[in-house]
């Protein structure tokens, strides 16, 4: 057996760590999958005999995860302007508990920070814990 690693900037929470080791471990010859969303790194133990480390890396590549991480830039027209050729804005979308049948969009123009600030009183719900 054999280990090869691989740096994956694609990797960045555990849904991607779920896809990856469903996908790797598809493949004949590879018998264990060890993947980190928090060093976005995945190490794989494969048989030489059965697959090489290079038709990993060609399926890591297909499915988009050794490629750089690239975010979407907001084109500077709206919705209304897609019309005429050009994109619209790349919006975000969040559903507080609080509001339950209000949905509220942000759109973050300068990319310097964090893209959604939560509102004052508008966290995360912790339930009372029962005495």
């Not at 690693?5 to 694609?10: L, M």
């Not at 049948?101 to 123009?109: E, G, I, M, P, R």
């Amino acid at each position: 057996m054999q280990k090869v690693n691989y740096e994956v900037p694609a990797l960045y929470g555990d849904h991607h760590v779920i896809e990856i080791r469903r996908i790797l471990l598809e493949l004949p010859g590879v018998i264990d999958v060890y993947a980190s969303s928090a060093f976005q790194f995945v190490e794989v133990t494969y048989d030489p005999e059965k697959i090489n480390d290079l038709e990993i890396a060609m399926k890591l590549d297909e499915a988009g995860y050794l490629g750089e991480w690239t975010v979407p830039i907001e084109a500077g027209a709206t919705a209304y302007h897609a019309e005429a050729g050009l994109k619209p804005y790349f919006r975000h979308t969040a559903a507080y508990e609080q509001t339950r049948l209000v949905v509220s969009f942000a759109q973050n123009v300068s990319y310097l920070g964090r893209p959604l600030w939560p509102c004052p009183g508008m966290g995360v719900i912790s339930k009372p814990m029962e005495e």
